[in-house]
Structures are given as structure tokens and as C-alpha cells.
């Protein structure tokens, strides 16, 4: 049998707390790591060597099983629909869509006109031509159709480049966003992008604003999150009305809100962060809808607050903390708002007519089964969208009619 490679011991003495240790190994952890995460060149010539006896020593070790492995490596993929897509979102005059092709890695998105032919927005397939490695991390549409913003990690370092398409021309803008996270949100009038940038730690950290056209050198920051344990998100209203920057850490958060058709504005704080205080917003109207555990409610409730005054003296239960239920989303449509929630272990959905306030459930016969609300681009809409599964049902994604009660 071939002989596995030996890592060289070298002293290393560590002291902390007045604790004094050594550890023989601590040079395999190149010093230079986030250039290296950039530009895996620049990793240090021995320890590139050591990683690459290890790979030969694998590739050596595991070599009289390589037909074996392609045995199974065929019958688990027998067993996936290659050819498979998702359930296309419809938005305005168009269907949205994401497939893949027998043979092919990557997604390819798609979209259509109720009578028209499929148009390609963007092949994965074709991007990654030529590179050892490529990921697509987000893919945004416009909202008036004409651009596709998408970013991309080429390198498996995790930090995306951001390129915007032209889906009239084909012609991809030459601006080119660096260092991204991947979280991006359109301006109203498709004119401007939101996105997320990540710092030297790889956590997400600030906000900038890019005009389409212009030089991402001189892209505006809109926030900047100080606070090294928390991280920044990034989204939009389902009203389309706003764009939502949130800052949180595994116990707090603290929401800010840009209107989408000003999209120069300072972002404005809906509420302080306050130590293991969570919310988050959904709008509707001049309203906003918050989950929280505000209040000592441990399984979350949902309370409303005025759009002009958002603060947390304005919150006003609307749905009260109920021990043993706990509130997983909301979603805001035009005429109803949709809670995921979680009784006795099972979820449900629960729908609200924002008319009356009149509600109702999406009754399941199983025992035991799974939910999750889907995303989808409309808001003036009476459906909504979910998935279900159980142990004995595969994955199934339902339009439901929150009018007529019909799936």
C-alpha cells in the first residue's frame, strides 16, 4: 500500500489566559488566508505541497475501486431528474422560470409571454465554460423586464461578481461589481441596484447603491454595519414599495427601509436593536406587520405599527403571543396577508382577508407533513404559493386561492 504523506512537525507555542500550548501544525493555516480565498495561486508553496500529497496519495490509495465508483456514481444519478425545472413564477407578462439539461451542471433561467417562445436569460451552462469552477448565487430580474442583474463565484472563493445583463440587446453592461456577497434589490424604476458587499472576514457588511452605467468606483455606501458580530441582509417589500436592509446577529436585529422609487434617500431605522430583541417587517399599506419576540413572547408574535411611526412604541399586537405556537413567516399580499406557523409540532398556513380580518386554514389530511411558503413576484394577486411533503408524499408545489379556498 502506497504510504500517506507525513506533515512536518514545527514548533508553534501558543499562550492564551496564561495558558502556554503548542501546536506542531498551526503553519498549514496560511497567514495570507483572504488573499488566498481571492487567488488560490498565492497559497504558500509548502503548503501546497503538503495539500497536493494528500491528493495524491487519495487519487493513489482509492484507485483499484475507480470502476466502482462510477457504478455508483451512475445509479445515484439514475435516480435525479436531470431535465427537471422549477414551477415558473409569473410576473407582469412573463413566466419565470429556472431549468437543467440532461449532462449539464448549472441552471439555465428562463422566461416566456403566455403565447410566446422560451427566451434564455442567462445559460450557467455557457458562462462556466472554460473555468474549474462557477456557481451562480442570485439572478434578479427588473422590474420592467428590460435587466438581468446576476452574480457569480468563479473561483469557489465566495466572493461573487456582479454583472448586469441587457435582455432586449443580449449585451451584457460593462459594469463589473467586485467582492459581492450576492444580495441585490432593484430601484423602482430599474435604474439602480442595491447589493452587498463583503469585508476581509467574508462577512456581509455593507450596502452600496449602483447606477446603471456608471463606475462602481463611485457606487454610494447606504449603510455600513459597525458591529463585527452582526451581518447584513438584504431584500425587498412583497409590495415592491421598499427596499429592506436588515442587520442582525443569531439573537437581535434592527430593519431599515429605502423607498424603492427613491432610491438615493437615507435609509430609515423602523426600530433600535435591542439585546435579543428579533423582528422583521412586511408591509402592506401604510402599515407594517412585525414578527418578533418582543416582550418575552418566545414563540414569536405579530404585531402592526403605523408606516409614519414605526418605533417600538408604536407596536400593537395583532396577532398576541400564544405559547406552543410559533410564527416561522409572513407574507404580505394585496388583499390578504399569509402566516407560517407551527401548532403541536405540525405547520399550517393560516390566511387573513385584510378586508373583515376573516381567517382560515389550508387543511392537510396526512399526519405528519412539511409547508414552506414560495416566493412569488406579484403582490395584486388571490394566489399564493406553497409546497408540501410527508414522509410518504414527494415534494409538491400547490397554487392556492386564497379567495375561492381552491388549490
Same mark, same amino acid.
Given at each position: 500500500?502506497?504510504?500517506?504523506?507525513?506533515?512536518?512537525?514545527?514548533?508553534?507555542?501558543?499562550?492564551?489566559?496564561?495558558?502556554?500550548?503548542?501546536?506542531?501544525?498551526?503553519?498549514?493555516?496560511?497567514?495570507?488566508?483572504?488573499?488566498?480565498?481571492?487567488?488560490?495561486?498565492?497559497?504558500?508553496?509548502?503548503?501546497?505541497?503538503?495539500?497536493?500529497?494528500?491528493?495524491?496519495?487519495?487519487?493513489?490509495?482509492?484507485?483499484?475501486?475507480?470502476?466502482?465508483?462510477?457504478?455508483?456514481?451512475?445509479?445515484?444519478?439514475?435516480?435525479?431528474?436531470?431535465?427537471?425545472?422549477?414551477?415558473?413564477?409569473?410576473?407582469?407578462?412573463?413566466?419565470?422560470?429556472?431549468?437543467?439539461?440532461?449532462?449539464?451542471?448549472?441552471?439555465?433561467?428562463?422566461?416566456?409571454?403566455?403565447?410566446?417562445?422560451?427566451?434564455?436569460?442567462?445559460?450557467?451552462?455557457?458562462?462556466?465554460?472554460?473555468?474549474?469552477?462557477?456557481?451562480?448565487?442570485?439572478?434578479?430580474?427588473?422590474?420592467?423586464?428590460?435587466?438581468?442583474?446576476?452574480?457569480?463565484?468563479?473561483?469557489?472563493?465566495?466572493?461573487?461578481?456582479?454583472?448586469?445583463?441587457?435582455?432586449?440587446?443580449?449585451?451584457?453592461?460593462?459594469?463589473?461589481?467586485?467582492?459581492?456577497?450576492?444580495?441585490?434589490?432593484?430601484?423602482?424604476?430599474?435604474?439602480?441596484?442595491?447589493?452587498?458587499?463583503?469585508?476581509?472576514?467574508? %462577512? *456581509?457588511?455593507?450596502?452600496?447603491?449602483?447606477? &446603471? +452605467?456608471?463606475?462602481?468606483?463611485?457606487?454610494? @455606501? /447606504?449603510?455600513? =454595519?459597525?458591529?463585527?458580530?452582526?451581518?447584513?441582509?438584504?431584500?425587498?417589500?412583497?409590495?415592491?414599495?421598499?427596499?429592506?436592509?436588515?442587520?442582525?446577529?443569531?439573537?437581535?436585529?434592527?430593519?431599515?427601509?429605502?423607498?424603492?422609487?427613491?432610491?438615493?434617500?437615507?435609509?430609515?431605522?423602523?426600530?433600535?436593536?435591542?439585546?435579543?430583541?428579533?423582528?422583521?417587517?412586511?408591509?402592506?399599506?401604510?402599515?407594517?406587520?412585525?414578527?418578533?419576540?418582543?416582550?418575552?413572547?418566545?414563540?414569536?408574535?405579530?404585531?402592526?405599527?403605523?408606516?409614519?411611526?414605526?418605533?417600538?412604541?408604536?407596536?400593537?399586537?395583532? %396577532? *398576541?403571543?400564544?405559547?406552543?405556537?410559533?410564527? &416561522? +413567516?409572513?407574507?404580505?399580499?394585496?388583499?390578504? @396577508? /399569509?402566516?407560517? =406557523?407551527?401548532?403541536?409540532?405540525?405547520?399550517?398556513?393560516?390566511?387573513?382577508?385584510?378586508?373583515?380580518?376573516?381567517?382560515?386554514?389550508?387543511?392537510?389530511?396526512?399526519?405528519?407533513?412539511?409547508?414552506?411558503?414560495?416566493?412569488?413576484?406579484?403582490?395584486?394577486?388571490?394566489?399564493?404559493?406553497?409546497?408540501?411533503?410527508?414522509?410518504?408524499?414527494?415534494?409538491?408545489?400547490?397554487?392556492?386561492?386564497?379567495?375561492?379556498?381552491?388549490?
Amino acid at each position: 500500500m502506497p504510504q500517506p504523506p507525513l506533515a512536518e512537525k514545527r514548533p508553534h507555542p501558543i499562550e492564551i489566559h496564561g495558558q502556554r500550548r503548542d501546536d506542531p501544525y498551526a503553519w498549514l493555516r496560511d497567514d495570507r488566508w483572504q488573499e488566498v480565498m481571492r487567488d488560490p495561486s498565492v497559497l504558500a508553496p509548502d503548503i501546497r505541497a503538503y495539500l497536493e500529497a494528500e491528493n495524491a496519495y487519495c487519487q493513489e490509495v482509492m484507485a483499484p475501486v475507480a470502476g466502482l465508483k462510477e457504478t455508483l456514481f451512475a445509479e445515484m444519478k439514475g435516480r435525479i431528474k436531470e431535465d427537471d425545472s422549477d414551477v415558473p413564477k409569473r410576473d407582469g407578462p412573463f413566466f419565470y422560470s429556472r431549468k437543467y439539461e440532461s449532462g449539464q451542471q448549472h441552471p439555465i433561467f428562463v422566461r416566456w409571454r403566455e403565447e410566446g417562445a422560451e427566451e434564455v436569460l442567462l445559460d450557467g451552462n455557457q458562462e462556466a465554460e472554460g473555468l474549474d469552477y462557477f456557481k451562480i448565487a442570485a439572478c434578479r430580474h427588473s422590474p420592467d423586464h428590460r435587466y438581468l442583474a446576476f452574480a457569480v463565484d468563479s473561483n469557489g472563493s465566495e466572493y461573487h461578481r456582479i454583472r448586469i445583463k441587457n435582455l432586449t440587446s443580449g449585451a451584457v453592461l460593462p459594469d463589473v461589481i467586485e467582492q459581492a456577497q450576492g444580495g441585490l434589490a432593484w430601484s423602482a424604476d430599474s435604474g439602480s441596484l442595491f447589493y452587498t458587499v463583503l469585508d476581509d472576514n467574508h %462577512r *456581509p457588511c455593507k450596502v452600496f447603491l449602483h447606477h &446603471l +452605467g456608471g463606475d462602481p468606483k463611485d457606487d454610494r @455606501l /447606504v449603510y455600513e =454595519e459597525s458591529d463585527p458580530g452582526f451581518f447584513v441582509g438584504l431584500g425587498k417589500s412583497e409590495s415592491g414599495r421598499f427596499v429592506i436592509i436588515e442587520a442582525h446577529d443569531h439573537t437581535t436585529s434592527e430593519v431599515y427601509l429605502i423607498e424603492a422609487d427613491g432610491p438615493e434617500s437615507a435609509p430609515r431605522l423602523v426600530a433600535p436593536r435591542e439585546p435579543g430583541v428579533e423582528y422583521g417587517v412586511t408591509h402592506h399599506g401604510e402599515r407594517l406587520f412585525i414578527v418578533t419576540n418582543a416582550d418575552e413572547a418566545i414563540d414569536f408574535k405579530i404585531v402592526e405599527a403605523p408606516l409614519a411611526s414605526p418605533g417600538r412604541e408604536s407596536w400593537r399586537d395583532w %396577532r *398576541p403571543h400564544e405559547a406552543g405556537r410559533y410564527v &416561522l +413567516g409572513l407574507t404580505a399580499f394585496a388583499e390578504h @396577508l /399569509v402566516r407560517l =406557523e407551527r401548532v403541536r409540532g405540525l405547520p399550517r398556513i393560516v390566511i387573513t382577508a385584510m378586508a373583515d380580518g376573516a381567517e382560515h386554514e389550508i387543511a392537510f389530511d396526512e399526519e405528519a407533513y412539511s409547508l414552506g411558503l414560495a416566493e412569488v413576484y406579484e403582490f395584486h394577486t388571490p394566489v399564493m404559493r406553497f409546497s408540501y411533503s410527508s414522509m410518504t408524499t414527494p415534494q409538491q408545489v400547490y397554487d392556492y386561492h386564497m379567495t375561492h379556498r381552491s388549490r
